[in-house]
Each structure stands twice: as C-alpha cells, then as structure tokens.
C-alpha cells in the first residue's frame, strides 16, 4: 500500500521566468493525494490479484498563476483490477528443480477497471469540458481479458 500526499510541487524553469505550482494548475494538473493498494493471495493452485489505484482531484490552468473560466478540473479517479489464476492440469508429482516447467496448464481471468470508472472533467466555470464525454478519453473502459498459458 502506498499513499502520496504532495504539501509542495513547484517547478522554476529558470531565471527570469515564474515559478509554476504544479498542486494549483501551473504547467500540469497534479493531484495531491494518490493511493495505491495491492493484494496479492495464492492457495494450492488458485491465485488472486486486486489493485486499487485512487487519484484526488486536480486543477490544470489556462493562465499561469490565475484560475479562471476555462481552466480544466480533473475529478477524483478511483480504478479496480482484479485477476484470478488457477493451474487446470498437473502432471505427476515433479522434481523441486522440474515444477516451474511441468506445472501445467494456466487459465488467468484478468478485470482491468473492474467498475467502468472515466475520467470526468468540468471548465472552470462549471460547464462540461469538451472531449471528456463518456468515450472520448477512454473508449475502452472496463477490459476483460483471458489467458490460457503454459510453460515449456
């Protein structure tokens, strides 16, 4: 499990130039909270993954050092995976030396994004940000993946 809390994130560029906060909107949109979890599960032939990844929301301004109308403000993103693994066939007890090899036939069933969750972003006004809509940003969303593996 990790958390990031960012109390700082500036950046100078060099002399003679402003100071861009980050945390405000300066020269990107950073959040100031990020949360990572992992688990990470295996008994007998049965294994489980789950990832949690939590971003807070941001800001990124159009003018430096001022929020404003069009600015773009990013809400909080929260993403679920999940992936189960289960070995299908075994062969006859092997060797320490010769397990990692023979082990047998692999089936992973793999849940990227487990609750469909989309980046969502309003101006700073308030209105609907263009190309944030429902499948601009991530046409994709929830992805569904099987494996079927074996080692030789």
């Given at each position: 499990m990790a958390h990031t809390w960012r109390l700082e994130d500036s950046v100078?560029?060099?002399?003679g130039l402003p100071q861009l906060d980050l945390l405000a909107g300066d020269g990107g949109a950073a959040a100031r909270h990020q949360l990572t979890a992992r688990v990470d599960a295996r008994?007998?032939?049965?294994?489980?993954?789950?990832?949690?990844?939590?971003?807070?929301?941001?800001?990124?301004?159009?003018?430096?050092?001022?929020?404003?109308?069009?600015d773009l403000?990013?809400?909080?993103?929260?993403?679920?995976g999940v992936k189960a693994s289960t070995t299908l066939a075994r062969t006859a007890t092997p060797s320490a030396t010769e397990r990692r090899r023979t082990?047998?036939?692999?089936?992973?069933?793999e849940i990227e994004n487990l609750f469909d969750a989309r980046p969502m972003a309003t101006l700073g006004d308030g209105s609907p940000a263009?190309?944030?809509?429902?499948?601009?940003?991530?046409?994709?969303?929830?992805?569904?993946?099987?494996t079927l593996s074996r080692r030789f």
């Open positions: 100078i560029i060099r002399d008994y007998g032939r049965w294994g489980l993954n789950a990832a949690l990844n939590w971003r807070g929301p941001s800001r990124l301004r159009r003018d430096l050092g001022v929020d404003g109308p069009m403000r990013l809400s909080s993103l929260t993403t679920v082990e047998g036939l692999r089936l992973e069933v263009p190309g944030y809509g429902r499948n601009d940003q991530d046409p994709l969303g929830r992805t569904v993946r099987m």
